[in-house]
């Protein structure tokens, strides 16, 4: 979601100079080739997902990229970016992919099926957070919730190629639960007490690539 395509505007360069950016500035990229790829580790998705009988599906905007496997779920899901917040100093705060939505699914022990619905999809980078907007239980919504901190393996980079332009490539790994996520996780799916330290296993990797081709 770092991802930019660096070919702006004189006109929106003189805008993005002549105003207030203390609250940053929104570069919409929806119209570019800019995505992130969220991969799940097999680990987790069988020993956890599988064994907990939890499915993942993606909505919205976000799209599964590989055939459904470990316990019936696939292991990669695209998010298309759709737009990302610059400061003064031209460096990236927040990505976003709004539209973007996955629903976690669980049948409980008394035949109920309990969901945790996650759309909206932002990375705030200045405090390694993965956040979306949660909807789970009788109507219990949180927006911005901080799903996962995350570390950065491989940093923002820019390079050209012909003729496809200015293209961009980034990873997030070591993807883990907060503690607010957590408490949303057992809550929403009914989780077991057996199933805590589950929660605290690696939730993979973010790749964020981006072009200035049109999408």
Known sequence: MKSIFITLSVVGLTTFLSVNTQAGIPIPMSFTTSDSVHTFPDALRKDFWEKLGI??????????????????????????????????????????ANGTVMVYSRLGENGKLNSLTLSNFSIDYKRHHVLADATY????????????????????????????GIISYEKLNRLYLTD??????????????????LLSMDFGTL????SSKIR
């Open 55 to 96: 499915k993942a599906e993606a909505k919205g905007t976000a799209r599964p990229i590989d055939e459904p496997s470990i316990g019936g779920n696939s292991s990669k899901f695209n998010y298309p970016v759709t737009s990302i917040l610059i400061n003064h100093k031209m460096k990236i705060e927040l990505g976003r």
């Open 137 to 164: 239980g009788d109507g219990k919504k949180q927006l911005k919730l901080p799903i996962f901190d995350f570390s950065i393996e491989t940093p923002l980079n820019f390079h050209y190629r012909f003729p496809i």
């Open 180 to 197: 607010q996520a957590k408490s949303v996780y057992q809550e929403a799916l009914d989780l077991p007490n057996t199933a805590i330290p």
């Open 207 to 210: 790749t964020q690539s981006g």
